[in-house]
T-cell receptor, first 111, second 114 residues
Framework: DAKTTQPTSMDCAEGRAANLPCNHS???????VYWYRQIHSQGPQYIIH???NNETNEMASLIITEDRKSSTLILPHATLRDTAVYYC????????????FGTGTRLTIIP | NAGVTQTPKFQVLKTGQSMTLQCAQD?????MYWYRQDPGMGLRLIYY???????DKGEVPNGYNVSRLNKREFSLRLESAAPSQTSVYFC?????????????FGSGTQLSVL
């Protein structure tokens, strides 16, 4: 897997957009960018993934730069329940590789 | 669907004792994983199984054995527990959910080795 770099922690005001950056400068052309989050001590939960194009689902948006060396996860209207550790992972696919998680970004939503 | 089910949720062992963590998924997924998470750290892969009958080592396999009993079940065994194995253990499986391929995690087993 290509390695990723994320800030250790971030704060965001409730109701504002939370923008979580991820650097993956060694990503290869056919590797996807995946985002997961872990709320308190629960098992991580899938958020979104993308290859080249920007993606949006009911949880978040993913913006991938044109050179694919970095991406940003956007939570459009952060709530207190979005307080969690967010992991950015690059991989060919979920099922065909031994995925590894780094330490992620601890996002705290401030009331 | 129950998803990924792990048992037990909590366990306390004495150094040298053995135990098996059980994991089962009902989503017909081929791939299954065992991770450990130490306080303040990310998840580290212990073992991985791409399909029934196959297993492969991850980052931190020492001190552990696994069995992929069938497509549904993937167990993790500690033969002689050590305090360094105190951690939260997560089992996961991967497969397609409507349009996306993703990992599904169990709720974790908190293990303390005294």
């Amino acid at each position: 897997d290509a390695k990723t770099t994320q800030p250790t922690s971030m704060d965001c005001a409730e109701g504002r957009a939370a923008n979580l950056p991820c650097n993956h400068s060694t990503i290869s052309g056919n590797e996807y960018v995946y985002w997961y989050r872990q709320i308190h001590s629960q098992g991580p939960q899938y958020i979104i993934h993308g290859l080249k194009n920007n993606e949006t689902n009911e949880m978040a948006s993913l913006i991938i730069t044109e050179d694919r060396k970095s991406s940003t996860l956007i939570l459009p209207h952060a709530t207190l329940r979005d307080t969690a550790v967010y992991y950015c992972i690059v991989s060919l696919s979920v099922g065909n590789e031994k995925l590894t998680f780094g330490t992620g970004t601890r996002l705290t939503i401030i009331p | 669907n129950a998803g990924v089910t792990q048992t037990p949720k909590f366990q306390v062992l004495k150094t040298g004792q053995s135990m098996t963590l059980q994991c089962a998924q009902d989503m017909n997924h081929n791939s299954m994983y065992w991770y450990r998470q130490d306080p303040g750290m990310g998840l580290r892969l212990i073992y991985y199984s791409a399909s029934e009958g196959t297993t492969d080592k991850g980052e931190v396999p020492n001190g552990y054995n696994v069995s992929r009993l069938n497509k549904r079940e993937f167990s993790l065994r500690l033969e002689s527990a050590a305090p360094s194995q105190t951690s939260v253990y997560f089992c996961a499986s991967s497969g397609w959910d409507e349009f996306d391929e993703k990992l599904f995690f169990g709720s974790g087993t908190q293990l303390s080795v005294l």
